[in-house]
């Protein structure tokens, strides 16, 4: 089930048409506009989520501080499954998540409050399935990652079984790392790529997402994921296909954007908002930071994707902001 395609489906245009695969040429869409503090704000942000958006809620920390040193800023990344909680007990204002919460975290913050959480789409991901850099593997289809990950697969697998033909490798046993139970990639990876079969006993788990690929640079015969972010010269991005036999693709803004790559999806900026009383203006002016080109210029920093000016109206006009452009 090509469940990422929805990147796709949705009509959602990520960015301009001068941005091409991710690099140096990746540049925001020239319709959004330089932020611009509309008024003077101060007081405590906090923030509690992902560790795949750790970097990236710091980086958009130190353009807002810039602008308004009188804000006290702390953020905590320790996987998307503490942000649900963080909004219900009032100990953060923003809860960023790299996966949609799930009916249940949804049904309870109603319960508290009466309606539900908003969530925003601020930026692009692509997990990333790396392994080591001397690794020859060519490319992974969902099937093969299905049956090296997940309980589904045989308990112990050579980098053979899944195509490689190198004497020096084929009989080289696969080891797994991967995310702890707490991360959203974790569960994203399960859902997309185990079909939703729980993982093997044998995969290592690691509390942040630099941890995998750290993992994964030094042992040989290692494979994990992580957000494209992370991706280090020390390992090797390998291609992805939907199916056995299709063509792999590499993740990149274009095939994010076209649902070509399996693995692409939206990061989430979840808030309690009550819609019925207006914005405070401390939430206001960090919303209007991240939906700038300032704020998008740091996703690019950060590794992922930047989102259109589109989306970025769409998103403001969501939360009763006039997006101004």
Known sequence: MRITGRLAAIGLCLLTAGAT???SD????????????????GGDLRSVGSD??????????ERFRDKHPAVRVQVEGK????????????????GPMSREMEDEEVDT?????????????????????????????????????????????PDRMTWGDVGVTDPAWRTKPI????????????????????????????????PGSAGV?????????????SGIGYRTPDVKVVPLSFATGETAITPGVESANSGEYPLARFLNLYMNIDKRTPLDPLREEFLRLIFSADGQEAVIKDGAFPVSADIARKELKRIGLKPGF
């Open 21 to 23: 695969a991710f690099g």
């Open 79 to 94: 996987g998307s499954s503490t942000a649900p909680p963080a909004l219900l007990e009032n100990q953060s204002q923003f």
């Open 109 to 153: 913050f109603v319960d508290r409050f009466g309606y539900e959480p908003t969530r925003l789409h601020v930026a692009i991901d692509c997990v990333a399935v790396y392994v080591n850099k001397d690794n020859p593997i060519e490319s992974l289809s969902l099937e093969q990652l299905k049956q090296i990950f997940s309980v589904a697969g």
């Open 26 to 41: 990746l540049k925001v869409d020239p319709e959004l506009p330089a932020y611009k503090p509309t008024q003077a704000v």
């Open 213 to 225: 690929v750290n993992a994964v640079s030094r042992d040989p015969s290692a494979i994990g994921y």
């Open 175 to 206: 080891t797994l790392t991967g995310r702890n139970s707490a991360s959203g990639t974790y569960k994203y990876f399960k859902e997309i790529a185990c079909d939703g079969d729980d993982y093997k006993p044998t995969v290592q788990e690691n």
């Open 52 to 61: 795949t958006m750790l970097n990236l809620m710091q980086l958009w920390a």
